[in-house]
């Protein structure tokens, strides 16, 4: 499945999870600190399955990747690649796919004093108030970002 949408300059491309192969990777058994380095090889542990790390609701999970930089703020960069659970019950302070006057786009839910808004993470762009009178549907809330750091 891919769809194509554009709001408020973020356009989000979907994708459906595979699960037909499974790839396991080592993990460590420690955490690594950010400072000196400590050596690792006797610490691994059994192998990790991404699938199985990352995804908790997998019939209702999908794959967003983002073109456009209003979520900067949140960590969320151009060409990232969103994890999204659609089983998940949103509240305010969620980072969300949302489905507004028929246009996909990725916000922080914001409610206060009973009005909603989609909330940007960059000050380029201004906060969204949704009112009665729109379509409006959280499509899905977002759980990981895979974000590439070179």
């Not at 990352?54 to 060409?79: E, Q, W, Y």
């Not at 659609?86 to 796919?97: F, L, N, Q, W, Y």
Request: proline share 6%; hydrophobic share 40%; net charge negative.
């Amino acid at each position: 499945m891919k769809l194509k949408k554009l709001y408020s300059a973020i356009t989000l491309d979907f994708f459906s999870p595979s699960f037909d192969s499974k790839v396991d990777i080592p993990i460590a058994g420690f955490s690594v600190p950010a400072g000196f380095p400590s050596p690792a090889d006797e610490y691994l542990e059994p192998k990790l399955d991404l699938n199985q790390y990352l995804i908790k609701h997998p019939t209702a999970t999908f794959f967003v990747r983002v073109k456009g930089n209003s979520m900067i703020g949140a960590g969320i960069c151009d060409g990232d690649i969103l994890i999204v659970d659609r089983a998940i019950e949103p509240k305010s302070g969620d980072i969300a796919v949302c489905v507004i006057d028929g246009e996909f786009t990725v916000k922080r839910l914001q409610i206060e004093n009973d009005e909603l808004y989609l909330a940007p993470e960059n000050g380029s762009f201004d906060l969204i108030k949704v009112s009665e009178f729109q379509d409006f549907k959280v499509w899905g809330v977002v759980t990981y970002v895979i974000h590439k750091t070179m």
